[in-house]
């Protein structure tokens, strides 16, 4: 037989383990409660999963495809080579190339005729003028219309370039630095539409990035603040989702 006494030892340490237990399972909640609290605290950015949260932040700041800013930089700077190269050539061509002594009955002086270069090539203005338009057809155009837009450019700058070439006999001395500026011009251009033609593919187009594609589905992934607007910014409804 079993002394009543002897129970009352056992059962209170058998409470206390069941405190200890209750305070563990205390301890566990006040770290989830932590962690969930943590987690409610986060930035919106950063409640996804590291790999695609990041990789969503990549996609929306435009970064997400391989090489689309040195895409961009070699759109940029084939417009600005168009643009310098189309300005030289305008300014080079309405300045004064030559001189010509005009004689007069005596007793007047003779008189000195100004020439300027559109005196001797009246074409190269308009040539100069349809590198300068594109420019302006480089940024809106894309794919095959890009490259044949290069195409012109680089006839139009050979073009600009053999008027400077011949504008080198009309020039008087003092003032044959100007065919040779149409000549830099018209390599300007010229190089401008070669770099167009070789890599006006994979150049971006204006305003592509708001544009929506046929049939975009939202991406196969968790779905967190990041996500949703990655979604949105590729024109697709975040909540299409299986």
Do not use: Q
């Not at 961009?72 to 030559?98: D, E, K, P, Q, S």
């Not at 020039?171 to 044959?176: C, E, F, K, P």
């Not at 196969?220 to 949105?232: E, F």
């Amino acid at each position: 037989m079993t002394a009543p006494g002897n129970d009352a030892p056992a059962t209170g340490a058998a409470r206390a383990t069941d405190r200890g237990g209750s305070s563990a399972d205390g301890a566990s909640a006040a770290v989830d409660r932590d962690g969930l609290s943590e987690d409610r605290a986060a930035p919106p950015g950063d409640r996804g999963s590291g790999a695609d949260g990041t990789a969503a932040v990549a996609d929306r700041g435009g970064s997400g495809a391989p090489g689309g800013g040195a895409d961009r930089r070699g759109l940029v700077a084939a417009v600005v080579l168009c643009v310098a190269g189309a300005g030289i050539a305008l300014f080079a061509t309405t300045r004064t190339w030559a001189m010509t002594p005009t004689r007069r009955p005596a007793p007047l002086p003779p008189v000195e005729t100004p020439h300027t270069g559109t005196s001797y090539l009246g074409w190269l203005i308009a040539v100069a003028l349809v590198a300068l338009a594109g420019a302006g057809a480089l940024l809106a155009t894309r794919g095959r219309a890009r490259v044949a837009i290069g195409a012109v450019l680089g006839v139009a700058g050979l073009v600009i370039f053999v008027g400077g070439l011949d504008g080198l006999r009309y020039a008087d001395v003092g003032r044959i630095a100007w065919p040779v500026l149409v000549m830099v011009g018209g390599a300007a251009a010229g190089l401008a539409g070669v770099r167009a033609m070789r890599r006006g593919r994979s150049w971006p187009g204006m305003g592509t990035r708001y544009e929506r594609s046929a049939g975009a589905k939202p991406a196969d992934r968790p779905v967190t603040d990041a996500t949703m607007w990655d979604d949105l910014d590729r024109g697709v409804d975040p909540t299409d989702r299986a």
